[in-house]
């Protein structure tokens, strides 16, 4: 069996509370405000892979074209 690294993401609300004189006054200082002052809100988003990459090959011992040849005068190193 391979080892697969798979990246998701997961769409996130978040929330802040800002003093105003109406909803566009709002939204503009709302557009202004530094990261650590919005609240994430929980939702029920699922994560969504994205993109898989392999990170480990293993070899099939099922598959006989797969191991290297043993003929004579080949040199197989290892550690």
Do not use: C
């Not at 994430?40 to 074209?65: G, H, M, R, S, W």
Request: proline residues 4%; without cysteine; aromatic residues 6%.
């Amino acid at each position: 069996m391979q080892t697969f690294r798979v990246i998701g993401r997961k769409m996130s609300d978040y929330a802040a509370t800002v003093q105003a004189a109406d909803a566009d006054q709002a939204y503009d200082i709302a557009a202004e405000l530094e990261t650590h002052k919005w609240s994430q809100l929980e939702t029920d988003d699922v994560i969504e892979p994205i993109e898989v990459e392999l990170i480990d090959i293993q070899l099939n011992k099922d598959i006989e074209d797969e191991w290297p040849s043993m003929d004579p005068g080949i040199l197989i190193e290892g550690k």
